[in-house]
């Protein structure tokens, strides 16, 4: 771990710099992509591509940019072990137990049912070939921060001292603070010329991190591009109003590292919700998405996730369609991993995992679910 001054974030706000905890994880800056082939199937000359999927050389996506700086806390704390939480596939855990590893610590995922599809089958065995211990647990599908504590438990209470909790999807102000470098980093980008002002980002909208810090960095940057951010959870597990005290929370979290970063008004209208992708709920396929995910895989050559970045772009087709986009400069801000796996799967088998996850090898998956 090194502390790298070049994060654009922190040439903008030195203090900052000084103040965060910052793991060099990722491969950084990411490619901003004019994306040709798919912008003419969809009559969008000027569409864009932001390659968050490479945000890392072992594996890639947007939860990168959020580690740096969590596990970079959690070693700052002399933590020996990283618990985190999500559904059962969760890119997120997979991507905290990769490189929680990597830094020396432990990993513990704690899982919670989810609807099958082909790819949770696969995270599952990648987390168990990357050495993260996984147990499931349930609740009502809330990712409340208090349900979850109490969910785990006083059976890890013993442990505590040297364990450092990461939050699904990583999303907390700290963690937010590298989707808002990646705003800077983005108008870096623009202002060398890589790709003209983005009019319109579209991202998938999970735990509501990546779009919050999105949503302050443009504005503390000064680009005024508007995220859209389309749903893939339900609003009763991710309501729109925590969007908000999230970018609330992060601002007054970075201004507390350096008083130089501004004081915003965000208004509830610089972040544009898209609730009608969602279909029938997390993680099932819509006919949109799937449609969505093999436009930009086959034509793109941009691998997707029927869970997340598929229905993002389901509404940015959508609104191509619709007209809504003619004469913009669009932005689809990619967050899923494209990196192979580097550990072998094969040799993982499923009846090694807790017995609550085998299920979703015995049972069919989703057509089309990614
Ligand atoms: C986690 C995730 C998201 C959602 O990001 P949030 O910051 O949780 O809103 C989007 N795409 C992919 C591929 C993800 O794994």
Redesign the pocket.
Known sequence: MHRDASLPLFRAFPAMGARLPRASLGTLPTPAEKMESVGARLGLPALYIKRDDLTGEVYG???VRKLEFLLADALRRKAEEVITFGYAGS??ALATGIYARRLGLKCTAMLMSQPNAQYVRRNLLMASGAGIELRHYSSRASLSWAVILRAIGDALRPRAARVYYVPP?G?CPLGIAGYVNAAFELAEQVRCGMMPKPDLVYV????????AGLALGLKAVGLDSQVVAVRVIEERVCPRRKLFSLIQRTGKFLRQCDAAFPQLRIAESDVTVRDEFLGKGYARATAESAYAGELLETVGGIAT?GT??AKAFAALMQDARGGTLDGKTILFWN??NSRPFPIGIDAVDYRSLPKEFHPYFRTEVEAQSG
């Open positions: 996506g947007n939860k890119n997120h999807g999303t998938a909208l999970g735990s509501m991190g990546t779009a996730n997340y970045t967050t899923y």
